[in-house]
């Protein structure tokens, strides 16, 4: 089985297209390989915990991210849909501050690999969604930060006509240039 790869806005950020075989009974598709995952999007990343969300329509998770111990992340979405973000935070970068966006969904079984150094969120616009991501790195609540879903600095284009529903440490977030990013 072989996955697609394309490239997006971001040249580090890749979505990842699965061949997808359907019959009668319903379909199956290879989600991850490690060593498709090493030829094709990037070498010497080990996953190190695997996490399950589940949200309902208009919540917004993120932007966040790790400090210290960066997590690379896979992304996708099992039940449902969401309009997905990442945002380059590594002071470093020629494309820092810049974000790109896509729609992950169960049907159309994409995946997102966010690299280490990059916020990441998403906005539900199903009635619910479940998401599954593996991640590079363990998560440390003390180290996670987040950007504001908001900040103009960064003028995300969020697909929606409505005012999310944020937790607290969302609705916290700061600005990208006040922010603890990645050097």
């Known amino acids: 089985m072989a996955n697609k790869v394309m490239a997006t806005s971001l040249p580090d950020v890749k979505l990842i297209e699965p061949d997808v075989f359907r019959d009668a009974l319903g379909f199956v598709f290879e989600s991850f390989s490690a060593d ?3 030829e ?5 990343f080990d996953f190190v915990q695997d996490r399950h969300l589940r949200a309902v ?3 917004l998770r993120g932007l966040h991210y790790q400090v210290q111990r960066p997590q690379g992340r896979l992304v996708r979405v099992v039940v449902g849909e969401v309009f997905d973000v990442v ?10 501050g810049k974000w790109s966006g896509t729609y992950l969904s169960a049907e159309n079984q994409r995946q ?5 150094g990059f916020a990441h969120g998403f906005v539900v616009l199903s009635e619910a969604a479940e998401c599954l991501w ?3 790195e363990y ?3 003390e180290l996670e930060r987040c950007l504001l879903w908001c900040d103009p600095d960064i003028g995300i284009e969020w697909p929606i006509d409505f005012e999310p ?7 916290a977030g700061r600005r990208l240039y006040e922010a603890e990013n990645i050097s």
Do not use: M, Y
């Open 36 to 38: 498709e995952f090493a």
């Open 40 to 44: 094709d999007v990037l070498p010497g």
């Open 57 to 59: 329509r208009g919540v």
């Open 87 to 96: 945002v380059d935070v590594r002071l470093n970068s020629p494309q820092f």
């Open 112 to 116: 997102i690999w966010v690299p280490p």
């Open 134 to 136: 593996k991640t590079t």
């Open 139 to 141: 998560w440390f609540p």
């Open 165 to 171: 529903t944020l937790a607290a440490k969302d609705a």
